[in-house]
């Protein structure tokens, strides 16, 4: 089992940038590999980007490639999400999400977060 907590979002200006963290409790977070997904109002939950149990892999969606960091902590039980030159079209809710592999499908992901509010003004 392992329960999610992100937190970080807010309100930023567009080009600003914003860090967003996940902690996990449970034993497995170690071996889990982790994915960020976000959801913006009245639009589908799309992936964003993924990292590997050792954090040796990562992955993200074209639309934010080279603004976007995933890494994570597994002394913390921490993964992060590093955002810049934020765009108003990455307002969104972002979660984090945990799962045996990595992959941009949010049904591979058995546990979630409750979401982090990030919006970027014009």
């Known amino acids: 089992q392992v329960q999610l907590v992100e937190s970080g979002g807010g309100l930023v200006q567009a080009g600003g940038s914003l860090r967003l963290s996940c902690t996990a409790s449970g034993r497995t977070f170690s071996k889990s590999a982790m994915a960020w997904f976000r959801q913006a109002p009245g639009r589908e939950r799309e992936y964003v980007a993924t990292?590997?149990?050792?954090?040796?892999?990562?992955h993200g969606v074209d639309s934010v490639k080279g603004r976007v960091t995933i890494s994570r902590d597994n002394a913390k039980n921490t993964v992060f999400l590093q955002m810049n030159s934020l765009k108003p079209e990455d307002t969104a809710v972002y979660y984090c999400?945990?799962?045996?592999?990595?992959?941009?499908?949010?049904?591979?992901?058995?546990?979630w977060g409750q979401g982090t509010q990030v919006t970027v003004s014009s």
């Open positions: 999400a945990a799962g045996a592999r990595m992959s941009d499908r949010d049904n591979d992901y058995a546990y």
């Open positions: 990292i590997s149990w050792s954090g040796a892999y990562t």
